[in-house]
């Protein structure tokens, strides 16, 4: 579903979508409590936990990219635990291999292990079967990937992102529950971070019960790459943008910052297959658009399609916050012992 927050459509949706809401938020917090009684402490293993309240569209994944990035930095091996949504082996679970196929593992999973190839990368409905497998293959270091839904493991860092622009963000869940997190993000404009906090967190994170640290996020410049990986300066070109994300709008209101004529949403997870980008491409010569551009999410799916004389080029952006995350989390890390 696309739907802009200002249309008839969405103020005439939102009170059924309210109602219905409260009864699945109802079952969702049974689930996830009755998921709780029998939680499971991993003493040997410091997980953050990435989470948001939503069914997407926050940037999970950048962050999970991000947290990954300031650890290889510091040399540290460390597995992602992931669920592998609706891929092959969402059931039976792997860790992904470069021989595995968007199919069998996911997109984001792929996109993880090109990023980080001597790292480890577990997806799996099971997420104690990841762990364990992690921690055998000494990998003591764990991102748990949308780990809000696993109450049932122990954590030791909780982060949670939220998009309040996005439509529907609070359908899936009490917004109250963020209140668990040890940190929780809000997605903000570039005028929240003009005037940064007068004292920046630091050390081992300490807070009251129900009285997260809050701050700030927001993605970063656009850069464009092309199917060889190689970074290209469009210039003034034309654009077709596309993408199949939880919040479509923001990458269309990314790509409103260049020469964008035309933008298609897809579904979240929607699966690409070649007659979709052949459409995309007569669409693109018949407005006499330069580029078809998606996001590095989408290259993904797409890279296992035939190129061959479309001109696709996709964005790439980073994720930065209203104070230094990173080494908060590597106070945290090193408080616990795992440095």
Not at 58 to 71: D, H, R, S
Not at 146 to 153: E, K, L, N, P, V
Not at 176 to 189: F, N, Q
Request: glycine share 6%.
């Amino acid at each position: 579903m696309h739907i802009k927050p200002a249309t008839i459509v969405h103020q005439g949706l939102t009170p059924v979508l309210n109602l219905v809401s409260i009864l699945f938020k109802c079952f969702s917090l049974l689930t996830l409590s009755l998921r709780s009684l029998g939680k499971k402490a991993y003493s040997e293993a410091f997980i953050i936990s990435v989470d948001n309240l939503s069914f997407g569209g926050t940037g999970k994944t950048t962050l999970v990219n991000e947290i990954c990035q300031a650890l290889n930095r510091k040399k540290l091996k460390f597995a992602i635990v992931s669920r592998g949504y609706r891929s092959g082996y969402e059931k039976t679970g792997a860790r992904v291999t470069p021989e595995h196929r968007v199919s069998e593992v996911g997109d984001e999973a792929i996109l993880l292990r090109n990023n980080f190839p001597h790292q480890h990368i577990y997806i799996g409905k099971n997420r104690h079967e990841s762990i364990k497998k992690a921690l055998d293959n000494d990998r003591n270091i764990i991102i748990l990937d949308d780990g809000f839904q696993s109450t049932g493991i122990r954590k030791n860092l909780k982060i949670m992102l939220i998009n309040p622009s996005h439509p529907y963000y609070y359908l899936r869940n009490f917004k109250w529950l963020s209140r668990r997190e040890d940190i929780v993000l809000h997605l903000a404009g570039e005028s929240e971070f003009q005037n940064p906090p007068e004292e920046e967190p630091r050390g081992p994170l300490k807070r009251k019960k129900n009285h997260p640290l809050r701050g700030y996020y927001a993605f970063s410049f656009l850069k464009f790459h092309q199917a060889s990986g190689r970074e290209t300066d469009i210039g003034n070109a034309t654009l077709l943008g596309f993408s199949a994300l939880g919040d479509n709008q923001r990458f269309r209101d990314d790509l409103s910052r260049f020469n964008l004529k035309v933008f298609r949403p897809f579904p979240d997870h929607h699966g690409y297959n070649q007659g979709d980008l052949v459409r995309l491409n007569t669409l693109r010569k018949k407005n006499r658009i330069d580029y078809l551009v998606c996001t590095e999410k989408d290259f993904i799916k797409l890279s296992e399609l035939n190129l061959i004389g479309i001109p696709l080029i996709n964005a790439k952006n980073s994720i930065k916050f209203s104070f230094n995350l990173n080494e908060l989390i590597w106070e945290n890390v090193k408080k616990h012992g795992f440095i």
